[in-house]
């Protein structure tokens, strides 16, 4: 055979079968697995740029368990184009999905003007049935068919001219009547200050998505950052119906940049997991000598040290150790700031060990 032709066909091959992951290691909670998810996509079946299938591809290169593509049900610039309904695009990405161990959720992006803005209805058996009904009448169907109901991006510019996130008297509606799930507390590249209190006081789950609607290669190569924006959920496990549970339980935590952000419930356990203390393994008349080490791709960045006879600041990049070294007639309990874990909007997660 024409060794051109090989050479086409390997390229044919190896384009169409399966996608090369990266492996992300992040933390755990004890009980619990950790997936890495995106809940809120689109592709060209709304104002996406790209086709399904690379989103698929895309996400599994990224690290992830689990891509909710979520097309716009309303607003559909490329329908002239791309003539299909709102389940075409889960339709197509499905297959490819499965056989490379992706859990793909099929969602939607209900697009009104505030209020109350955006909401992501996923886990949805179809989403055609929405067109053309009033809000609380889509809302109330897709509560009935088991759906998750997020808000997204809730300090948008484009809807919160200030950037301010705002609670509404709809919003309180939703969560009055059980119809509002969780909050995007990241969204693309901004953070939304207040809404963790929003999620804690009403019991919500918090998430953080990429909202991605070109590559998350260009995004990445202007914000910077070692990864996507992703929502860590704590699953019993691996697959939709563990997922969909947690999700509706708030198990949750976000990572963005090198922020992690949740309840301490989640936060401190996940953390203490990545941070390994060992020792001592040398001594002199002095001093202890021990190594902590970070197991994790995730920074952190320990302050505020309590400990007089210890370091008063440790920083551990993703996977990486630090000797460090007490004094013998001090305390040998350690106990810091990790200034790039939220609990709250200002508060930061306080370990010890």
């Known amino acids: 055979m024409n060794s051109k032709i090989l050479i086409l066909l390997f390229v044919l091959l190896g384009s169409s079968?399966?996608?090369?992951?990266?492996?992300?290691?992040?933390?755990?909670?004890?009980?619990?697995?950790t997936l890495t998810c995106d809940f809120h996509s689109h592709t060209v079946?709304?104002?996406?740029?790209?086709?399904?299938?690379?989103?698929?591809?895309?996400?599994?290169h990224d690290g992830l368990d689990a891509l909710a593509i979520t097309d716009h049900l309303e607003y559909v610039p490329h329908k002239d184009y791309v003539r299909a309904d709102d389940n075409s695009s889960f339709a197509i990405a499905k297959k490819n999905a499965e056989r490379n161990g992706l859990i793909l959720i099929r969602g939607t992006e209900v697009t009104r003007k505030m209020p109350p803005g955006h909401l992501n209805l996923l886990f949805l058996p179809d989403s055609t049935t929405f067109e053309d009904t009033t809000l609380l009448e889509v809302i109330r169907k897709a509560v009935g068919e088991g759906a998750?109901?997020?808000?997204?991006?809730?300090?948008?510019?484009?809807?919160?001219?200030?950037?301010?996130?705002?609670?509404?008297?709809?919003?309180?509606?939703?969560?009055?009547?059980?119809?509002?799930?969780?909050?995007?507390?990241y969204n693309d590249e901004v953070f939304y200050?207040?809404?963790?209190?929003?999620?804690?006081?009403?019991?919500?789950?918090?998430?953080?998505?990429?909202?991605?609607?070109?590559?998350?290669?260009?995004?990445l190569s202007s914000s910077?950052?070692?990864?996507?924006?992703?929502?860590?959920?704590?699953?019993?496990?691996?697959?939709?119906?563990e997922l969909k549970e947690a999700l509706f339980l708030g198990r949750t935590l976000v990572w963005y940049g090198d922020t992690?952000?949740?309840?301490?419930?989640?936060?401190?356990?996940?953390?203490?997991?990545?941070l390994k203390r060992s020792g001592p393994f040398y001594e002199d008349d002095t001093w202890f000598y021990?190594?902590?080490?970070?197991?994790?791709?995730?920074?952190?960045?320990?302050?505020?040290g309590q400990n007089p006879d210890a370091p008063g600041r440790i920083e551990l990049p993703g996977r990486s150790y630090q000797v460090i070294k007490?004094?013998?007639?001090?305390?040998?309990?350690?106990?810091?700031?990790?200034?790039?874990?939220?609990?709250?909007?200002?508060?930061?997660?306080a370990v010890e060990f």
């Open 17 to 33: 079968l399966f996608a090369q992951g990266r492996l992300i290691k992040t933390g755990e909670v004890p009980g619990y697995i």
């Open 45 to 60: 079946f709304s104002d996406g740029e790209v086709w399904p299938t690379f989103r698929v591809r895309e996400a599994i």
């Open 148 to 185: 998750f109901i997020q808000w997204n991006h809730p300090g948008w510019v484009a809807q919160q001219p200030d950037g301010v996130a705002r609670m509404l008297d709809i919003h309180r509606e939703l969560i009055k009547k059980g119809w509002l799930h969780g909050i995007e507390i």
């Open 193 to 219: 200050p207040g809404v963790m209190e929003w999620c804690l006081i009403n019991n919500l789950a918090m998430t953080g998505n990429t909202d991605i609607h070109g590559t998350t290669e260009e995004v």
């Open 224 to 241: 910077g950052d070692s990864h996507r924006v992703m929502t860590l959920v704590f699953a019993r496990e691996r697959n939709e119906k």
């Open 260 to 274: 992690l952000a949740g309840r301490v419930e989640f936060a401190e356990p996940f953390v203490l997991s990545c």
């Open 290 to 304: 021990y190594k902590i080490e970070n197991t994790s791709d995730i920074p952190y960045s320990l302050t505020v």
């Open 326 to 349: 007490i004094k013998k007639t001090g305390s040998q309990t350690l106990h810091y700031t990790v200034a790039n874990v939220k609990t709250g909007t200002l508060e930061r997660l």
